[in-house]
């Protein structure tokens, strides 16, 4: 099952079998892939194909999963690209959803495509996950490093949750970091 929270913080999976234990949730095929590969911001744009050429800094954690990588859609409006480990411990999360998450389920598996870097480090979007993110081939996009994964926004949509969320008041899981 998983435990009460916040889905999209990607929560971990509580063992029925060891009450009150939390099972941390690990890539289970390449472990030297760290969990936290992903960071930075990139502004760039697909290609007239709709390919996106994965920025240098992520290429290496592509890399040490063969360059295999799975993309789905995400509720927010962008995409999530995971290296398959990730994803498999992501989708382990999902498989275990009660049954009112269908919808939710639906979303991510139904859109999720397994996909490879080509040589030149670079990955088609195909036209449906482009219609889910308001992505177009030559759209002006920007990549965001979110630790396990990697999020792709349509530059404008980007901008404007990031200025919607900078109104709203700081988290209360924020307020107790010292910076």
């Given at each position: 099952?998983?435990?009460?929270?916040?889905?999209?913080?990607?929560?971990?999976?509580?063992?029925p079998k060891l009450p009150n234990k939390t099972l941390p949730i690990q890539p289970?095929?390449?472990?030297?892939?760290?969990?936290?590969?992903?960071?930075?911001?990139?502004?760039?744009?697909?290609?007239?194909?709709?390919?996106?050429?994965?920025?240098?800094?992520?290429?290496?954690?592509?890399?040490?999963?063969?360059?295999?990588?799975?993309?789905?859609?995400?509720?927010?409006?962008?995409?999530?690209?995971?290296?398959?480990?990730?994803?498999?411990?992501?989708?382990?999360?999902?498989?275990?959803?009660?049954?009112?998450?269908?919808?939710?389920?639906?979303?991510?598996?139904?859109?999720?495509?397994?996909?490879?870097?080509?040589?030149?480090?670079?990955?088609?979007?195909?036209?449906?996950?482009?219609?889910?993110?308001?992505?177009?081939?030559?759209?002006?996009?920007?990549?965001?490093?979110?630790?396990?994964?990697?999020?792709?926004?349509?530059?404008?949509?980007?901008?404007?949750?990031?200025?919607?969320?900078?109104?709203?008041?700081?988290?209360?899981?924020?307020?107790?970091?010292?910076?």
């Amino acid at each position: 099952m998983v435990e009460k929270g916040n889905f999209w913080d990607f929560p971990a999976i509580s063992s029925p079998k060891l009450p009150n234990k939390t099972l941390p949730i690990q890539p289970r095929v390449n472990q030297s892939v760290s969990k936290f590969a992903f960071k930075g911001a990139t502004h760039t744009s697909l290609d007239d194909k709709g390919r996106l050429n994965m920025p240098t800094r992520f290429r290496d954690a592509f890399a040490q999963s063969n360059n295999e990588l799975t993309i789905t859609r995400h509720p927010h409006g962008c995409l999530l690209i995971f290296t398959r480990p990730n994803w498999e411990s992501f989708s382990a999360q999902i498989e275990v959803m009660p049954i009112d998450s269908q919808w939710v389920k639906r979303m991510f598996y139904g859109y999720a495509m397994d996909m490879e870097l080509d040589k030149s480090g670079r990955v088609l979007i195909t036209p449906e996950l482009r219609s889910t993110a308001q992505l177009s081939a030559g759209s002006e996009i920007v990549l965001l490093g979110m630790g396990r994964y990697v999020e792709l926004w349509e530059r404008q949509l980007h901008a404007a949750h990031e200025a919607k969320a900078m109104t709203n008041e700081i988290p209360q899981g924020f307020k107790d970091l010292a910076f």
